[in-house]
Structures are given as C-alpha cells and as structure tokens.
C-alpha cells in the first residue's frame, strides 16, 4: 500500500475555492481504480492549510492516476490557488501497532 500526503497553503479567500474544488471532485478521485481511503485533513493552526491523505493499492496506481485527465482538471484549478509551494510525500507502511 502506498499512502500520499499532499499539504498545501491558500490565502483565506482562496481557500473557500479550493473546499469547492475538492467537495466536486472528491467522489471521483476516492473512486479511481486502485485508491482505497481518501481524506482531508484542515491545519489546527491555519484554517487555510490542508493535508489530503490518500491510500493507493499500489505506486502504479498512484502514477496512473497522476496521469489521469481526472488529476489534470483537478490540479489545474488548484495550482494558482496555492499561497506556497506544495510539500508531498509517498510513503509505505512499516509498522503498525
């Protein structure tokens, strides 16, 4: 299983677009073949910081999907929202307790 967390930063006022972005879109990413959990996390600190977590079955499905028209559209619309450059990191499992 391969986990993908993405953090990103928005202006407040770009943040309210970004939650609209996300609230069309998210049935259909959660959706994608090979994606199996989905979630969006809000910054405890800064109501315009956000964290996605997604879990995919496998890195290929997770490359699939980054090449996807689906991604494209997505990430289009929210790229020129971003108040700061992106942070994301795939990770695998290790230990669970």
Not at 6 to 21: C, G, K, P, S
Not at 42 to 62: I, M, V, Y
Request: proline share 2%.
């Amino acid at each position: 299983m391969i986990i993908r967390i993405v953090h990103m930063h928005f202006n407040e006022a770009d943040a309210e677009e970004f939650l609209t972005i996300f609230e069309k879109n998210k049935h259909a990413i959660r959706n994608f073949e090979g994606c199996t959990h989905l979630e969006l996390l809000r910054d405890a600190n800064n109501p315009a910081g956000f964290t996605t977590l997604s879990h995919w079955n496998r890195e290929q499905d997770l490359e699939q999907y980054r090449q996807s028209e689906l991604f494209r559209a997505v990430w289009g619309k929210v790229k020129p929202l971003f108040s700061e450059r992106t942070q994301a990191f795939s990770l695998e499992k290790f230990i669970e307790l």
